[in-house]
């Protein structure tokens, strides 16, 4: 190269006390990367549910800011409504970055298939392309992921789909229609269940079964309940103890309802979990099939923040952002 392509800064975000030194695109970088190789560049940021990929993408979007936007992958938060039963990242959490197709979708008009993500958010990487930023897609939902990549999507085959006896759907392609760079920030199973169960609790102690007793609607019907968000984990759970115990009929003194509450909280930490399991499969089945994931352990950091060891941020930063800010550097600049 006849030039630098990065320059580089010492980090103030996010936190002062780094000594970490981080890249940061210049406007002549960010006006180039992008044509090195015949096909666009982007940033895909992987994982289970609550493995802190949200936070990942904003600490890399923040080093490459103003020329980076963060595109959301998860099938529950494209769509308005339930902010705090699919954990969208609240807006200061997001430190000025945009987000794109996170909250955008009307719930009451269906599914938003893969096809339909395919086509939006193909449509968002171009146009974040044409004006020289880079695109960081981050989200959990594995099949958005590899329908909006491959280059040939069928919308007929479901790749995932594990109990078919389709042998197609045991084929994933690793032909991919941009030039990838896969950071999967992987936690241990045993750990990454222990703080999802305990976000459950946060949830709920920030208003989950309100927000949940809103969207819930005693005269819908199973034709009616099309929305999207049907399937958003503590929608089902809560909504069979809405029909027992409607909102605002509840007594605190009423035993009953009690048993009934801690069956769906106990319900909704198990199915966070089981999530979690099958996102870190597909993870496995698209690494397996050659997809170039590169794996973050993530572990030690959550292991810390679980025993509210202040250090967890200071570990994170080692061992989780510097080895990411490594690999997209490279990827830059290949
Ligand atoms: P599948 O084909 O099983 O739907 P996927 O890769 O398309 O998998 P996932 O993100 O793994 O998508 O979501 C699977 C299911 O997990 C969703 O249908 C929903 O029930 C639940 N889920 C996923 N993300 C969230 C979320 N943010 N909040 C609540 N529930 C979620």
Redesign the pocket.
Known sequence: LHHSLLTFFTISSPSPRTKLRFPRMDAATATTFHHHRRKDKVVVIMGA?GSGKSRLSVDLATLFFPFSEILNS????VYSDLDI???KIPIHQRRGVPHHLLGEVDPSAGEFS?SDFRHRAGEIISDVINRRKLPIIV??????IHALLVERFDPEL?M?DTESSSPSSLVISSELRYNCCFLWVDVSFPVLSEYLIKRVDDMLDSGMVDELAQFFDPNATEEMNRTGLR????VPELDGFFKEHPPGSIKDEDRVWKGAYNEAVRAIKDNTCK?AK??IG?ILRLKKAGWDLHRIDATEAFTAALTSDDSWSDIWERQVLEPSVKILNCFLME
């Open positions: 549910t998860d099938k529950m938060q039963t699919t954990n893969p989200g959990g939902s594995n099949s958005f479901n995932f399937k958003a984990i503590g999530l099958k996102q597909k």
